[in-house]
């Protein structure tokens, strides 16, 4: 069974300009999150698909984020424009949900520089 | 919401033991422990369920203190494999449906 897989691995981009980020989740999977993580810091909350719908997006930092998940399959997230303070690992993860002992399986990760 | 770890950062020697803690100031249902190695994905170790029911990895070993809310992970006999950040999650429900919220991380440096 494929796991999560996320695209591009590495991205470096300018202030301002645009990228979008790429999740394929695990089959089978409604339940599809993104995280981020900046160095040092905690795994952070951003966002929760159930199927093609948002769940809860509370920890999208602000409305430069968008996050679609078209058909209940991948999903991407676009940041735009992108700001210095948006670099970072952004993992995406998948689940079956968080009941009877089931857990979240992440990707790899897209390591987002903006410089 | 966000649970919190200690220590921020372990130092062992091959062999020795580690305890990583994990706590919240929220009613747990179930915390999740992930290891995440520079560059890689968080891997999934340990789920333990509210009520006892302990799932995960052979060799790693958790408890679960529902009325402390709070979990810790066992790492005994260490391994230079052991090496890395570990997470702890635990499970936030929102709108009937439920995501992992997850702590700062503690490093875990494992030499010869």
């Known amino acids: 069974e494929a796991g999560v897989t996320q695209f591009p691995s590495h991205s470096v981009i300018e202030k301002g300009q645009t990228v979008t980020l790429r999740c394929d989740p695990i089959?089978?999977?409604?339940?599809l999150y993104w995280y981020r993580r900046v160095m040092g810091k905690e795994i952070k909350f951003l966002l929760h698909?159930?199927?093609?719908?948002?769940?809860?997006e509370s920890g999208m930092p602000n409305n430069r984020f968008l996050a679609e998940r078209t058909g209940g399959t991948y999903s991407t997230l676009k940041v735009q424009p992108a700001e210095l303070e948006d670099s970072g690992v952004y993992f995406c993860?998948?689940?079956?949900?968080?009941?009877?002992?089931?857990?979240?399986?992440f990707g790899e990760g897209s390591w987002l520089t903006v410089v | 919401q966000q649970p919190v770890q200690s220590p921020q950062a372990v130092i062992l020697r091959e062999g020795e033991d580690a305890v990583i803690n994990c706590s919240s100031s929220?009613?747990?249902?179930?915390v999740h422990w992930y290891r995440q190695k520079h560059g890689e994905a968080p891997v999934f170790l340990m789920i333990?369920?509210?009520?006892?029911e302990q799932k995960g990895h052979e060799k790693i070993s958790a408890s679960f203190n529902e009325k402390k809310q709070q979990s810790s992970l066992y790492l005994t006999a260490s391994q230079l494999s052991y090496s890395g950040t570990y997470f702890c999650?635990?499970?936030?429900?929102?709108?009937?449906?439920?995501?992992?919220?997850f702590g700062a991380g503690t490093r875990l440096a494992v030499h010869p």
């Open positions: 929220k009613a747990l249902y179930s």
């Open positions: 333990l369920l509210k009520g006892g």
């Open positions: 089959s089978g999977h409604d339940n």
């Open positions: 999650g635990t499970a936030v429900f929102s709108g009937g449906y439920n995501k992992l919220i």
């Open positions: 698909f159930v199927k093609e719908s948002k769940q809860d």
């Open positions: 993860a998948s689940s079956r949900g968080l009941t009877s002992g089931n857990t979240i399986y």
